[in-house]
């Protein structure tokens, strides 16, 4: 038992304090000399970098200290989406809803412009006129629930429908970002001057949050956490540049920040830490007396969920969730595990809003301000995350604020090099998603089509004439449809959309590839009748074949291919003789590197005329001679999945028109 100077037991403040410098000279004793900060930093490929370990002592130079980044508020707002289309239907789902327990809701319901079609669509639930908002709120009080709205540029219709109902709605959001659908649709949706006065109105609107900086879509479209915030940040900066210098401090409290919830675990928590240290300094920055408190609501990401083996995309929301409320979002939104289906179910729904409710109940998440300050990792992760996102926003403004850099394309060069580096880790197995790209369950079902599209119907027109003259729009709006006018007679004065001139941002799914390469097995077996069965045949040194058949099953198997996987064989001449072939087969020599010298001839004579030919492993200088002995495919760790995945499709298609023909 260690003792102190008086024989007692040491207690902790009894032992002399570990300076950095000795934990630095150990870390480089236990690595053999080797430099710790070129073998162990984190670059975390999302704008920053880490030490592998912090100490009180990198608290004090930081750029943003823990006194800047402690959150005075408690709790969170559980918000749950609305997949019904009908107004009645989506009723009946919130009524039910806040039965259960929830307060606050999500509902799509916004209009996108064709051209050369009079009108155009809505997207979402179906709020084209008075009534439908109406039916919407039908059977209980509208003041007890939050509802956030993503009616993008058809927010003043959806505005002037809340103003008009007798009842007052409790602080009501509306995603309405119109920079951002200059990056998803390359045009601007609205004339300059049109665009400035709608701004400035709806900026107006008290108690109503109707400025959107939307950094979720750039999320979606493969942006680092740097860069999320950075865009978002830009965004603020634009509608504040739009909106009248003597508004701007009423107008601020008008704004609210939209954010992902990603994947990994501790940056998100510093995420949406640091975005209230950007808020503060942009807001100082454009000589704010008053210091509004900035409005943050988040959601799961979507950029990371797979509709293979789908319950793993649970696991991934709860983590997701954890991040955003010890970060302190002010809502959050949990989506579905199914989420990526044309309507998730009763039971995913379900268990998307308890997760929240456990977070809040059972674990009292909600009970402590800022659980995270203090933390010497997290402190720095805010503090670098701040400073990158902050630098990134400058150089934005450089080149002349956010419309001026999409116009540039230099926005869309940054994402598409994010999204390119996601995409390409996922394809190649760097980045892991279970069920995936990695431990696939070939036998799961999955559904016709990835992705479908939200439901839209196209917009209601009736023989009303709009007529708005120098006042309000808003009260214009709101005086048409009292007299029964629809979104659909009123939307050239909210979206008439310039010509396309800009490159656009797309947004992504990670594990999509995959989906749609194990439909096309699917479509295969569906049209010919025959399953394609991959054969695995370990042979040689146990442990090599056992490594690589294990891999080439993992990695196979994310082509929905049926797995024929044995413990082993004696020798080639044995496997040829056991295993039982069909019209579409795939042979996979699983050995050692050493021992593939004298297994590929016999192995390529046994079977390069029953199917295809594969070697688990990376053939070197020896490709051109394997290929000669009838080797078709390599496959290895660090390749292209999906490229390879393909390539067998090709071939089994190509057997079966051969087979067709003879």
């Known amino acids: 038992m260690t003792t102190n100077k008086n024989g007692q037991k040491k207690r902790l403040w009894d032992f002399e304090p570990v300076r950095k410098i000795e934990w630095e000279e150990q870390i480089t004793k ?45 709790g969170w707002t559980c918000c749950a989406p609305i997949y019904e289309t009908s107004p009645e239907e989506a009723n009946k ?51 007890s629930v939050e509802f956030t709205f993503d009616s993008g540029m058809t927010t003043p219709a959806l505005v002037a429908m809340l103003k008009n109902h007798p009842n007052e ?53 493969g942006a680092t956490i740097v860069q999320e915030l950075g865009l978002a940040l ?123 409710y456990i977070l809040r109940d059972e674990s009292h998440l909600g009970k402590v301000a800022d659980p995270s300050a203090g933390s010497y990792y997290i402190e720095n992760l805010t503090s670098s995350i701040a400073k990158e996102a902050w630098e990134y926003f400058q150089t934005i403004e450089k080149e002349g604020g956010l419309i001026q850099s999409l116009k540039n394309g230099s926005i869309q060069e940054v994402i598409n090099r994010s999204k390119k580096e996601r995409e390409d880790a996922v394809n190649r ?24 599209p939200s439901f839209a119907d196209s917009l209601e027109l009736t023989d009303f004439e709009f007529k708005q003259t120098n006042g ?49 097995t699917k479509s295969l077996t569906k049209e010919t009748g025959i399953e394609p069965v991959v054969h695995l045949v370990p042979v040689g040194d146990v442990r090599w074949r056992n490594a690589r058949a294990t891999f080439s099953h993992n990695t196979l198997g994310c082509g929905g291919f049926k797995m024929d996987h044995p413990n082993g064989y004696d020798s080639v001449d044995e496997a040829a003789e056991k295993i039982e072939t069909g019209n579409a087969d795939i042979f996979v020599l699983c050995s050692s590197d050493k021992e593939y010298e004298e297994l590929i001839e016999p192995f390529c004579n046994a079977f390069s005329k029953k199917g295809i030919c594969i070697l688990a492993g990376h053939p070197g200088d020896n490709e051109e001679k394997y290929r000669k002995a009838g080797m078709d495919i390599f496959i290895y760790k660090g390749m292209n999945i999906p490229a390879m995945l393909l390539d067998i499709q090709n071939n089994l298609f190509e057997m079966e028109e051969k087979h067709e023909t003879t």
């Open 472 to 520: 309000s729009l808003i009260k214009a709006l709101q005086k048409s449809f009292k007299k029964g006018a629809t979104v659909g007679d009123v939307i050239q004065t909210m979206l008439k959309p310039k010509k396309v001139l800009y490159q656009t941002v797309e947004e992504t799914n990670l594990g999509s590839v995959f989906g749609e390469i194990r439909l096309r």
């Open 169 to 221: 709605f409790t602080n009501p959001k509306f995603i309405f970002d119109p920079f951002t659908y200059v990056a998803e649709r390359g045009r601007m949706p609205l004339g300059k001057k049109k665009l400035k006065g709608i701004v400035n109105e709806l900026a107006a609107q008290k108690n109503y949050k109707t400025l959107c900086a939307d950094g979720l879509f750039y999320h979606r479209s």
């Open 30 to 74: 236990d690595l053999k000399g080797a430099d710790y900060k070129a073998r162990l930093f984190w670059d975390s490929r999302e704008g920053f970098t880490t030490a592998p370990f912090y100490m009180r002592e990198d608290l004090q130079n930081l750029e943003h200290n823990a006194k800047d980044t402690i959150l005075s508020k408690t």
């Open 93 to 143: 789902f919130i009524k039910k809803a806040i039965h259960k327990g929830c307060g606050a809701f999500f509902i799509q319901s916004k209009s996108s412009w064709k051209s050369g079609n009079l009108g155009g669509d809505m997207h979402g639930t179906q709020i084209q006129k008075e009534v439908d908002l109406d039916q919407l709120v039908d059977g209980f009080d509208v003041d």
């Open 234 to 356: 830009a965004t603020v900066s634009e509608f504040l540049s739009l909106i009248d210098k003597e508004n701007r401090q009423n107008a601020a409290n008008a704004i609210f920040v939209r954010l992902a919830a990603g994947p990994l675990y501790f940056p998100e928590i510093a995420k949406f830490r640091a975005v209230r240290i950007l808020w503060d300094q942009l807001i100082k920055a454009y000589g704010f007396e008053n210091l509004p408190q900035l409005t943050v609501i988040a959601e799961t990401s979507k950029i990371n969920k797979t509709l293979t083996d789908r319950h793993n995309n649970l696991i991934r929301t709860i983590t997701e969730s954890m991040s955003a409320v010890l970060g302190g979002v002010d809502q959050l939104m949990v989506h579905p595990y199914d989420v990526l289906e044309s309507t998730p179910g009763d039971f995913s729904r379900r268990i998307a809003r308890n997760v929240q």
């Open 429 to 452: 197995g760097k980045k892991v998603l279970v069920g995936t790209n990695y431990y696939a369950n070939a036998e799961e079902d999955l559904p016709v089509t990835l992705n479908p």
